[in-house]
Structures are given as C-alpha cells and as structure tokens.
C-alpha cells in the first residue's frame, strides 16, 4: 500500500480497524448464525449472513438504547414527539455502523471470515414506508434529532407493504407489492405487552352532566413496534415508534355455527387492514376512508403513549398528585408532518376534556402550545379536505369538537372583521359551498402555535397566498424552516471518497457542523484537490455505467455528461420538460450528424402514483423516446436515454455521487422546497433548475456564478396566467418545439400505436397547466450552457467545488436546530452520553 493509501486508510469515515475489536464482531456473528439463523457455514445463504451481521451490529445499540431512554427518564426533558404518515427509512445496516464507527471494524472481521460486506448489505431491503420527499425528510429529522441530543421520538404506521416496487414492461409502469418483511425486519422490536385500543365509528351521547360521551365503538388494537435511532458517534439512541394493527380477541360472542365462528376469525384481517399498506400518493389527496382510519389510528396510539409517558414522568407526579396538565406544553412537543395526523388535534381536545376533565378552554390552551404544523405543499390537488360525512360516521366526537373550534375560532375572527362573511367563509374550518368538507390544513394552522413553509419562498407564498388570511389574523404565527438533508447518509455513507478527500482538507468537524465545508472555498486552485474531486466523480460513474450495463444492457459513455432526474413523477416536477429536451437534442444531431455535440447520458427515475395517468403517460414517452434514441446508429454514444427503475432510497445512494447535473425544473411556485437538489449539490453536482423551493437558497449560497438557473420566476408564471395562458402561442413561435410536439402527437416514438401518447400532446398544446412551452426555450438555451461549460472542465470542477462547499445550510441538523430553539423550546446539544458499561465485550474492549 502507498503512502497515500496508508493516509486515506487513516483518515477514512470507515474508522480503524481494531485487533481485538475484530476478532470480537467475528464471535458474535458466528454465535448470531448459530443462535439466533439456526444455520451452519454448509448450509448459510447470503441472507442468514446479513441477518446475523445485522443482529451483530445490532447488539452494540442495546445498552445504549436502554441507557439513552433511563435518561430521559431521570433527567425529564422536554420530548419532542414527530408525527408522520411517512418515515423513509431505507436500509439501515451501513448507516448504524457509521453511526457507532465500527465499519472498519465489520470490515476486517467479514473480510476474515471470508464473506464480502458490500454483497451483505445489497440483500439488505429498503424500509419504503414512506412516497418521496416528505417521508425522506422524516428520516433525516430522525438522525438529526438523535446527533443533537434531542429527546426525540417517532411516531408512524408499521405498513406491511410499503411503497410499491415499480417495474417498467414494454415502457410502462407496473406495480408490484413491496413485502418487505417476508424475511423479518432485524431493527425492529414487537412490544405486545403495551398495545393501546383506538376506537372508531359508534356514537355520541350526553351524560347526566350534559358532557358528550363517546359510545357503541369498534376497537382496533395498536401494536408498537420500536426501531433505534442511532446519533451519531454520540452514544444516544432515540426511538422510532411505528403502530400495527390488531384485532381484539376478545368477541364474547356465542357463536350459532362453526361458520359464524371461522368467518369471525377472518374478518380480523378487515381490522388489520389499517396498516396494510402506505397510500402510494405524493402530493395528491386521495380522500379514501381507509386512509383517514390510518390517520387517526396513528394519532389515537401515539396521543394516548404521549400522555401515559407524561404521566409516569418524574415532573408530572412531582408537582401533583393530581396531574397537573397546564404543564403539558412545557414538557411535550407535538410537530405534525403535513396535515396527516392533523385529526390529533381533535383528539388530544377529546382526550382532555372526555377523559381528563379539562375544561374546552384550558384544554384548547394546552392543544395549540403543544401542536407544530409543518405544511409541505400549495399544490390545491394535495390539501386534505375530509367529506364531513365520511368523518362524522367514523369520528362523530371527533367532528362535534372540530364544529365547536371552527365556531369559537369564527367568533373571534368575526369580532376582528365585523360583518366580513367572506372571509368568515374562506376561513371557516367547515367548508359549505358543495359537499360540505372539514379543511384540515385550517384544523391545523388553528390548532397549532406554529405553522411552518420548508423553504423561504415556500413560506412566504404560504402567508402571501394560500394561507393570507390566516397570517393576518394569527401575526406571529407562521415561519419558515427550510429543509435539510444528514450528511450522514448523504455524503458519508454515499459517497466516502469524498468525505474522506474532505476530512483529509479541514478536518472531521463538518461531519456535525456542515457550515464547516465553506472553508474547502480557499482550495478552489488547489489543481490536486480539483484532480481528485474528478477522479472520485469518474469512479462513481464507472460503478453507474456497469450497474446499467447489468440492469438493462445499455451501454452508456462514462465520459459523457451525467444529466439525472430523480424524484417522483409529477406534471408539476416538469420532467416532460426534460424530455423535451432529450427530443431537442435527437432531432438536432439527425439533423446535422456531424455537429459537435456534448455527449451526455440523460437519466430518469421515479415512480408515478399507480392512479395517476398523465404521470404514467411521461414514462411511456421517455422509455419510447429512449428506445428509439438508444437504438439509432447515428446518434451512437453523443446520447443515451435511461429510466432507472424503481428508483428509492438505496438506488439515490448510488447514482446521487455520480451525477454531474441535478434537474430541479418544477415551474416556479409549486415545490415547496426539493431536497434531492441538496444532495446532489452535497455531492459536487451542478443544478440547472428555476427559482422554485429550495433552489432559491441555493442560488444564493453558491451564488449564480455557480449554478444554471432559468425560466420564469413566481410573478412571471402569475403573469402569464392572469394574462391567459395559451402555450399554442410559444409553440408556434418555436420550430424545434413545434416539431416535437407534433413528433409526440403523431406518435413518432411510438410508430406501431400512433395515438398512444395523444394524451401528452394535447397537454402541451391545449391545457399546460405548467407551463412547460412557456419554459421551452429558456431551459434549451441553458442546457446548452451546460454543455459549453462542461467542455471547460477547470471551471466546471471549480464550479463543482463552489456547490460543494456552500452546502453547509442545507443540513438535517441546522434545519432541527432551528426547530428545536424557534418552535420546540429545546436547546440542542446539552445531553451527554458516555459510551455503556455493558457493550458486548466491553470488559475485553476496555483493554
Ligand atoms: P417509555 O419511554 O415509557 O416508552 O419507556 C422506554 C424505556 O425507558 C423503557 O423501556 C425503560 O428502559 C426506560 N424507562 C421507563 N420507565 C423508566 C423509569 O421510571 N426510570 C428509568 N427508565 C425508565
């Protein structure tokens, strides 16, 4: 080994492999595949490995899971309690190893035993509990909140299937269920002993007290299952609570025949059906019963788990023998991610007053300064408005408190507006006009001290907008957080050449404080520091070229340009756009082959919601449009088109490292914030993309030396459309956008079914509801910016290096410290954990 080897093996995120360490994780494997697999080395397979290196790994967070939680409960800290719908996880092998810095460890032991470790982690699933953005972000809340020393929990749904696996047969999307627990899930933990019932539907009566009383219920039980979250390096584990659900066994019921019996056993499953499987919706609200059942499932566990916790705590039984629940707010923090569990609102009104005896008042006191309410899009299709039918027959106490809010909240806005009935109506909780409907997003913003945007413009048109109303007669209340990614999993784990390479520059403590990278900005002439951001760039695009090569037998260039655009499939995310551009280029090189041309290898990816037909149409027409680009000799390696399937957590581990452009090309206004363009940026690739979301602030750390932006801003779209929007006109005054779209109609990409993709066309032309031919040019001119300055690698790679280290605001751990000081009341930073006593062989270790 080089020297240079020897310094990189140093400084490596992996850590430093110890002798005795080694020979430790050997020994437990071997007892884990003896004990816990119940297999030998004859008859392993590559499974029982992973499953007894996880339960290895596994063992090392035990004591500092049970320790972390005694500590919570000696010391009683504020808790931060964050409700989502969604948490996407995804593989969690590789990521608890860094967390402890045990990987060169692994590493060496594995290596030892003859087994390869990167092969292991390949069998590891994905936990895909959640659909993109805003199930992603949950899990990168969990890491930072766990590396900050925030008493932090999770709540969710344990789905049995998760977000569907997505396969691509004959250019189309087809869905295949995501049973990723078939095998057993290694992280998790049942605990049946402290199941909760949830009751539904049933009815509502008055006592002799003229208090409501909630009868006649169906009880579904909820089953916790509990997943460690490691911080990092910190010894603190946190916990990831998911709800499952389970029949209640006891029917007390005669039954009159075998057949009423058995049938009575199988109708269980009905119940258990809550937590089925995840709603595959990004941005879209669906209004199924079935997904409203969930929602409150989660809330009813979670709120009755959150009060039991405060009971027991020492604070709640010091102060009084009767628990004195005006303290509730300074010990409990409740953010809810999206409207979703907004329902909890209600419930933790019902639970205080039917339950606890509070009076309305002081438990709406204590509701509103216990609830955050992180709103994550303006997108009318996305905001939940339940059918007060479906909601009063599943919840019927649930709406009579929603009604008595929405009247005392109309009250009070009626006596700052006077005789203002329009805004009482665009206001009112209950919305009237049509079916009536409960407008969770106002539940929330009423019920809730703070209401937050994800990124800076996100919340400004939140209180411009959308929400205007509200932020008149609530100053005070809303804020911005933009979101973040954890450099954890997003550049150390993804990408550890390029942490290493960093680390070897300034040093480790960008690791916990990714400000730090600003200062990579004085090597921006360092000509090896540029070689090597190169170099490391090259080899992640040689590891893309063969897992596409394997994948789907296509051979790419890996000199070429790496255009990717990953995220889900949304008309509003633009990527017909995109393949505009990918038809712009085919028709110019047919039409002058020897034209020079940059060569890039332009690739999609993102699963579209099974229901949702333009989104399915777009992926015909890139797969069509691929196979015809892919195949033409003339255009050979200047182009190649790929739509990676099945695009999730650990396949943006892989490609993410390797782009050397990020597509952010939503139109202006409708993404609140993106946080793939922070990964990319993260990782050296440079963004074309418009002023939308988090793009904004991008824009303005690296400044617009540094990155593609075009297109119309949010006055500029309001314009076009106020002016009336026709995008026959720009696609008249376009040739090479004329042509195409003319190209898509007749169906030249799809010349054995001309008609097929009639659907993409006639969006184009005659309702472009977002404004892709108005954006047309402007995108194609920057595209060829690109290209010209691809070609000019010195200011590329600098411009590569200027993203890189101005990424340091888009960290998980700045966006939940903001959290934490600006809406929890929690200072980061203040637990201190030593590492446990009782580690496997912590007396051998000590040593
Ligand atoms: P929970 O927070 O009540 O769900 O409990 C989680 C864990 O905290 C338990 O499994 C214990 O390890 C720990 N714990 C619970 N109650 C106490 C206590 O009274 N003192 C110290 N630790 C506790």
Redesign the pocket.
């Known amino acids: 080994m080089s020297t240079d080897q020897d310094l990189r093996k140093q400084i490596s995120v992996r850590g430093i492999a110890q002798v005795e360490n080694v020979a430790n994780i050997k020994k437990d494997f071997n007892r884990h595949l003896h004990f816990s697999l119940i297999k030998d080395r004859n008859v392993a397979t590559p499974r029982d490995y992973f499953f007894a290196l996880a339960d290895t790994v596994r063992d090392h967070l035990v004591s500092r899971w049970?320790r972390t939680?005694?500590y919570?409960?000696?010391h009683d800290p504020k808790r931060v309690y964050y409700l989502s719908l969604e948490f996407y996880m995804g593989r969690t092998l590789s990521n608890t190893m860094l967390s402890l810095g045990i990987q060169a460890t692994v590493d060496e032991a594995l290596y030892q035993l003859g087994l390869n470790i990167e092969e292991l982690e390949e069998i590891e699933e994905d936990a895909g509990l959640g659909n993109g953005g805003l199930g992603r972000l949950a899990a990168c809340f969990l890491d930072s909140m766990a590396t900050l020393g925030i008493p932090a929990y999770g709540y969710g749904l344990r789905y049995e299937y998760g977000i569907f696996k997505q396969l691509i047969r004959d250019g189309w999307q087809v869905e295949e269920p995501d049973d990723w627990l078939r095998f057993g899930n290694p992280w998790e933990k049942a605990r049946p002993e402290y199941m909760l019932p949830v009751n539904f539907f049933g009815r509502v009566v008055k006592d002799e007290n003229n208090q409501s009383k909630w009868i006649d219920t169906t009880v579904v039980f909820a089953m916790p299952y509990d997943t460690p979250i490691p911080g990092f390096r910190n010894n603190i584990v946190n916990s990831l609570r998911l709800w499952s659900a389970k029949a209640e066994n006891h029917f007390h019921l005669k039954f009159f025949n075998d057949g009423d019996y058995v049938q009575a056993v199988m109708d269980r499953n009905l119940t258990e059906n809550i937590t089925r499987v995840l709603y595959p919706n990004d941005n879209i609200f669906s209004g199924k019963e079935l997904r409203l059942k969930q929602q409150y499932f989660l809330v009813a566990a979670t709120l009755q788990d959150i009060i039991r916790?405060f009971k027991?705590s020492k604070y709640g039984v010091r102060e009084a023998v009767r628990i004195d629940f005006d303290t509730f707010p300074e010990k409990v923090a409740i953010q809810i991610n999206d409207t979703h569990p907004s329902i909890g609102i209600a419930e933790l009104m019902r639970l205080l007053i039917d339950v606890e005896g509070l009076s309305y008042d002081r438990a709406w006191k204590i509701t509103v300064n216990t609830f955050g309410y992180t709103n994550h899009t303006l997108l009318p299709e996305a905001l939940e408005r339940w059918p007060v039918s479906l909601l009063g027959n599943m919840l019927p106490r649930h709406l009579e408190i929603i009604y008595e809010i929405n009247q005392k909240f109309l009250d009070e806005v009626g006596k700052k507006y006077p005789k203002d009935f329009d805004r009482l109506r665009r206001m009112s909780i209950v919305e009237e006009d049509g079916e009536k409907r409960i407008n969770m997003a106002h539940l929330a913003i009423v019920g809730s001290h703070v209401t937050n945007g994800v990124a800076a413009l996100h919340s400004r048109l939140l209180v411009e907008t959308t929400f205007k109303d509200f932020a008149e007669f609530f100053p005070g209340r809303f804020q911005n957080k933009t979101n973040g990614i954890t450099p954890r999993r997003w550049l150390m784990l993804c990408n550890s050449p390029l942490a290493d390479l960093i680390t070897s520059k300034i040093g480790e403590a960008w690791i916990s404080d990714l400000s730090k990278l600003v200062e990579l900005k004085k090597f921006d002439h360092d000509q090896d520091f540029l070689n090597s951001l190169e170099e490391i760039k090259g080899d992640h695009k040689l590891r893309v070229a063969d897992f596409i090569k394997e994948e789907y037998d296509i051979t790419i260039n890996p000199n070429s340009m790496y255009d990717v655009h990953v995220k889900r499939l949304h008309e509003y995310k633009r990527q017909l756009l995109n393949a505009l551009h990918v038809i712009t280029l085919y028709n110019r090189i047919k039409a002058d082959p020897s034209a020079k041309i940059v060569p890039r290898t332009i690739m999609f990816g993102g699963k579209a919601a099974p229901g949702y037909h333009m989104a399915k149409q777009i992926i015909k027409l890139i797969n069509s449009v691929a196979t015809v680009v892919n195949n033409d000799p003339i255009v050979g390696d200047k182009l190649k088109v790929v739509f990676i399937e099945n695009y999730r957590v650990s396949l943006a581990e892989k490609i993410t490292p390797a782009a050397d452009l990020s597509e952010q090309i939503s139109t202006a206004g409708t993404e609140a914030s993106g946080t793939g363009n922070m990964k990319f940026m993260l990782n050296g690739a440079l963004t074309i993309g418009t002023m939308d979301g988090a793009n904004v602030e991008m824009a303005e750390e690296m400044g617009l030396d540094n990155i593609f932006i075009f297109g119309m801003r949010v006055e500029d779209v309001n314009e076009l459309h106020a002016k009336g929007y026709d995008p026959k006109d720009f696609i008249s005054k376009n040739k090479e956008l004329a042509q195409i779209v003319e190209q898509i109609d007749t169906g030249f990409f799809t010349p054995d079914q001309p008609d097929l993709l009639k659907d993409v066309a006639a969006a184009l032309h005659t309702n472009d509801r977002f404004a892709v031919c108005a954006d047309y040019e402007s995108f194609i001119k920057k595209q060829d910016e690109v290209s010209q300055v691809y070609l000019d690698r010195p200011k590329w790679l600098k411009m590569c290096l200027h993203n890189i280290a101005s990424s340091g605001k888009f960290s998980t751990d700045r966006t939940i410290s903001d959290y934490a000081t600006e809406i929890w009341g929690i200072t980061p930073n203040e637990i201190r954990l030593q590492p446990p006593y009782e580690t496997p062989h912590a007396e051998e270790e000590k040593k």
């Open positions: 049970i939680q005694q919570y409960y000696e916790r027991s």
